[in-house]
């Protein structure tokens, strides 16, 4: 077992190499992060941005679909139906993809 840094960001670095014989068996590198940022959710970090994303995604179709229903280019009940059918979609995938989350980091408050 070897502890060094790593050259690019001076983060510590624990190398462990296993012999058998004249062969290495085993070879392991762990890196560990600063105290600092042990505590940040990195699904956490990409929910959360996901979420963004879709927010940012509706309000932009939901600008769009105005603009065109103004410009009589679409109709307002196609528009109507259009619109409620893409966000009983993106309801239904976000609230599967919480509900994958929270069985996997066994949350007690459900879906």
Do not use: C
């Not at 963004?52 to 410009?71: E, G, P």
């Amino acid at each position: 077992m070897w502890a060094t840094h790593s050259g690019a960001l001076g983060n510590k670095v624990l190398v462990r190499v296993g012999v058998a014989g004249d062969a290495v068996a085993r070879y392991a590198v762990e890196y560990q992060a600063p105290e600092k940022y042990k505590d940040i959710d990195s699904q956490l970090i990409s929910q959360i941005a996901t979420i963004i994303l879709y927010v940012a995604a509706i309000l932009l179709m939901i600008v769009i679909a105005v603009k065109r229903i103004r410009s009589f280019e679409i109709g307002f009940k196609l528009a109507g139906v259009i619109g409620g059918l893409a966000a009983i979609l993106v309801a239904v995938q976000l609230s599967l993809r919480f509900h994958r989350a929270s069985q996997r980091k066994n949350w007690s408050g459900g879906w």
